[in-house]
């Protein structure tokens, strides 16, 4: 609309251009027409040259008019896009505080009750120490009242055999002849046997006179043996116990871990590598304790018979898929990573930062690598550069303000 009221102006500065003329005719004749009849022409090509060029101005004004309007429309829409984005991000914050709270109080009693484990821990080595010291010291008394006792016994058979050649009788033969001489109570008798006794006593000359007293103290000592002997019996049936005890509570964890494990690595595989299938086993053993574990994968489209058939990034997968499967069932707060990805090609690194996205909100990943598929897929990432020799510089992005 503004071109055409800008040709009506023109047309009528045209039409007083065409009168201009005649009237300089009526006025000066027919000699200066000619000449003002040029400047009339020059006059009207100078307005025309000024009418396309005002033209065009309008039209790359009402170009740029548009463009600003689509432009101011598009930026409109990125507000509210960013604004929704820092309200999503702010309660994403809220929440990671949360968590970040509750894990801070989870690593403080897991972190108490590891003190109290290795205090429990240390107590029972220090029991379990002393009473193996005990047990070498009675160990060592008992050899040594077995070699007292053996030559107790020896002298005992010394002297009887002694007894026996001097005097020519048996020992026991003559102490039960005694015992039945006392019985009586005889007063000759025990006269007539005392005599006969001292005499028999002079024929047998000198005795060990100690004798007696060490056999008394050989059978204190073999009580008090015998005793301890008892206690330490007693000590080993607890410790026997107590080994018993920790080895079907280890047997019953295992069995709970191993289970787990097996559950966790059947699931994680297939996300690892898509159309696989891959299991845990154990090997037949008479104890749980004593069995090992068999890794058991089949790649889609491959049937494995050893390990050297798999590729490298295949051979990376399982062992993620176990380590994985290990670590969920304890996850911890950190987990880190170096360069576990150097060997996985494209699809093999989607499915591996796709696993590392569905767990990452219950631990926070640390990973080493130098791969810009992984690195596209974190939230923060931490660089070191060297801008000049011997100087380096650690350069962090967090990804969501970034874009």
Same mark, same amino acid.
């Given at each position: ?100 709270? /509750?894990?801070? &109080? %989870?690593?403080?009693?897991? $972190?108490?009750?590891? #003190? +109290? *484990?290795?205090?429990?821990? !240390? =107590? ?89 007293? /060490?056999?008394? &103290? %050989?059978?204190?000592?073999? $009580?008090?043996?015998? #005793? +301890? *002997?008892?206690?330490?019996? !007693? =000590? ?168």
């Amino acid at each position: 609309m503004p071109q055409v009221l800008r040709r009506d102006s023109a047309g009528e500065e045209d039409a007083a251009a065409r009168e201009e003329p005649q009237r300089h005719v009526s006025r000066l004749g027919a000699v200066d027409v000619d000449k003002d009849l040029e400047g009339v022409q020059g006059a009207r090509v100078a307005v025309f040259s000024e009418l396309r060029h005002l033209g065009r101005m309008t039209e790359e004004l009402d170009t740029q008019l548009e463009q600003n309007r689509t432009q101011l429309e598009r930026s409109r829409t990125e507000r509210v896009e960013f604004q929704r984005e820092i309200s999503t991000l702010a309660a994403q914050d809220e929440a990671g505080a949360s968590r970040r709270n /509750e894990l801070e &109080e %989870l690593v403080s009693a897991l $972190g108490q009750r590891c #003190t +109290e *484990r290795e205090n429990e821990l !240390a =107590a029972a080595r220090i029991a379990l120490r002393e009473a193996r010291e005990q047990l070498a010291a009675l160990e060592r008394e008992a050899v040594d009242c077995s070699l007292k006792r053996e030559r107790a016994r020896t002298l005992i058979e010394e002297l009887e055999r002694s007894f026996a050649e001097k005097f020519l009788a048996d020992f026991n033969a003559i102490a039960r002849d005694l015992d039945d001489a006392l019985s009586g109570r005889d007063v000759a008798l025990d006269e007539a046997r005392l005599l006969e006794l001292r005499a028999r006593a002079e024929k047998i000359g000198e005795v060990n006179l100690a004798a007696e007293s /060490e056999v008394k &103290e %050989l059978e204190e000592r073999s $009580g008090v043996l015998t #005793t +301890e *002997r008892a206690d330490l019996q !007693a =000590a080993v049936n607890d410790l026997t116990h107590t080994i018993q005890k920790l080895n079907r509570e280890a047997r019953k964890r295992f069995a709970e871990t191993f289970e787990g494990a097996a559950k966790n690595f059947e699931e994680l595989f297939p996300k690892l590598l898509r159309g696989g299938k891959g299991r845990l086993e154990l090997t037949a053993a008479d104890d749980v304790l004593d069995a090992g574990v068999n890794i058991l994968v089949q790649p889609a489209g491959k049937k494995v018979k050893e390990i050297g058939l798999l590729s490298g990034g295949e051979k990376a997968l399982s062992a993620m898929a176990l380590i994985f499967s290990l670590f969920l069932l304890n996850p911890s707060p950190f987990c880190v990573m170096d360069e576990v990805d150097a060997p996985l090609d494209e699809f093999s690194l989607a499915a591996f930062t796709g696993l590392v996205g569905e767990l990452k909100q219950s631990s926070q990943f640390i990973i080493i690598t130098h791969n810009q598929r992984t690195m596209q897929s974190a939230d923060h990432i931490h660089g070191v550069t060297m801008d000049r020799p011997g100087i380096s510089r650690i350069i962090s992005l967090k990804i969501p303000q970034a874009a």
